[in-house]
């Protein structure tokens, strides 16, 4: 037996506190500032963030044309970089370590609908990036995936899995490649 959708349900289903409704039409209004704000201007655009609620650390370099979709939610580590044309969908907490790099077209998806409801009922997860990690050019990190420290995961690859520290994934979905932990490769072999 197949259970019918039900949208009327899905639409009367309150999604977002009042709080974060006034959020979302505040920083919708303050994107212009944002997203034309001359590319060298993080501090400015760190500002912004943090005016919203989101913790930023230092030397953080965000391109205008991020698109963040809850400020409030969003914490970021010293000497991160968040590239061009990346979307931070963070319906639930997206929590970025220091020295992670988000590069061009990256998709962090924080929200899903649970398919076992009729009313696809809204799932606000985490995403955690931990320290030191990259995350390759259009490649996507789906809702309560962690990317441990220093993993990399390629570009274009789906991770709807955590991707484990220090390990290379690629592909879609995402499989493990390499491990990237330095061995002792100035040393002659024996």
């Known amino acids: 037996m197949t259970a019918e959708l039900d ?8 999604k977002y506190r009042r709080r974060e409704l006034i959020e979302r039409v505040l920083w919708g209004l303050c994107q212009p500032l944002f997203r034309f704000s001359p590319r ?14 989101a913790q930023i650390g230092r030397q953080v370099q965000v391109y205008p044309s991020a698109r963040i979709f809850l ?6 580590g010293d000497q991160t970089t968040i590239g061009p044309d990346t979307r931070l969908y963070n319906l639930g907490p997206l929590r ?10 990256a998709h962090l998806c924080g929200g899903s609908h649970d398919d076992a409801d009729p009313a696809f009922r809204l799932i606000r997860a985490q ?7 990259w995350i390759c050019a259009d490649a996507f ?3 309560s995936v962690t990317i441990g420290t220093g993993a990399v995961l390629g570009a274009r690859a789906v991770a709807m899995r955590d991707v484990p520290a220090w390990q290379v994934h690629a592909g879609n979905p995402a499989r493990y490649i390499r491990d990237r932990r330095l061995a002792d490769r100035s040393s ?3």
């Open 7 to 14: 949208i009327a349900g899905n639409r009367r289903s309150p």
């Open 40 to 53: 060298h201007l993080y501090g400015w655009r760190n500002l912004l963030l943090r005016l919203f609620g």
């Open 71 to 76: 400020p409030s939610l969003l914490a970021v």
């Open 96 to 105: 970025i370590g220091a020295r992670v790099t988000v590069s061009q077209g």
């Open 127 to 133: 995403i955690r990036l931990d320290d030191g990690c």
């Open 141 to 143: 990190v789906g809702p």
């Open 188 to 190: 002659p072999s024996q």
